[in-house]
């Protein structure tokens, strides 16, 4: 089955700085990598997403780039604001499957 | 416009008891999934419902089950519960006619189990 890895596990970034956070997964079949954002005690809210066809999808300060050769997506936060502390989650999701495959999420923590 | 409601918001259990959680899905919404987060993981996949029907399932024994009704409301039910079941359960919907919809999540019953 699909196996999404996800890096780092925690990252810490001063305010206004970038963040980048990656994941790599296992299934060439996948076709649509969804990014959450969950904030403690919050349900995943979906920030951003990007399918097989496209390698790079931009909404404001956050930017997704996807690799399919080497299996690989990230997602890019530029100008960090506090308010962007939160567990991110990268997923996959592709083929005859039906079900999202979620990495085990970064902690991001930015500094006043 | 409602998003994905579920209830109980929190539930404690004894083991080897039973429990349903309930989930409304987002308004034109037709697809319900369900997830177990346990803490400090990412959410895993139960199983999936569609036209009242499981259409996929995750690594979950059988003591997990489900059910979509017609208004596609859906339930999870685990029996003969274990400590290792406590956990967030996230009810997400998407809407199957437009392939890839994305998930929009609810915000989860958390079920502890003694």
């Known amino acids: 089955g699909e196996n999404v890895e996800q890096h780092p596990s925690t990252l810490s970034v001063q305010e206004g700085d970038s963040a980048v956070i990656k994941c790599t997964y296992s299934?060439?079949?996948?076709?649509?990598f969804p990014w959450y954002k969950q904030e403690l005690g919050k349900r995943p809210q979906l920030i951003i997403d990007i399918r097989s066809n496209v390698g790079e999808k931009k909404d404001q300060r956050i930017a997704v780039t996807l690799n399919k050769t080497a299996k690989h997506f990230s997602l890019h936060i530029t100008e960090t604001q506090p308010e962007d502390s939160a567990v991110y989650f990268c997923?996959?999701?592709?083929?005859?499957?039906?079900?999202?495959?979620f990495g085990k999420g970064t902690l991001l923590t930015v500094n006043p | 416009d409602a998003g994905v409601t579920q209830s109980p918001t929190h539930l404690i259990k004894t083991r080897g008891q039973q429990v349903t959680l309930r989930c409304s899905p987002k308004?034109?919404?037709?697809?319900v999934s369900w997830y177990q987060q346990a803490l400090g993981q990412g959410p895993q996949f139960i199983f999936q419902y569609y036209e009242e029907e499981e259409r996929q399932r995750g690594n979950f024994p059988d003591r997990f089950s489900g059910h979509q009704f017609p208004n596609y409301s859906s339930e999870l039910n685990v029996n003969a519960l274990l400590l290792g079941d406590s956990a967030l359960y996230l009810c997400?919907?998407?809407?199957?006619?437009?392939?890839?919809?994305?998930?929009?999540f609810g915000n989860g019953t958390r079920l502890t189990v003694t």
């Open positions: 997400a919907s998407s809407s199957t006619g437009t392939g890839n919809s994305p998930l929009h």
């Open positions: 997923a996959a999701r592709g083929g005859s499957n039906y079900k999202l495959t």
């Open positions: 299934d060439s079949a996948s076709n649509y």
């Open positions: 308004s034109g919404h037709d697809t």
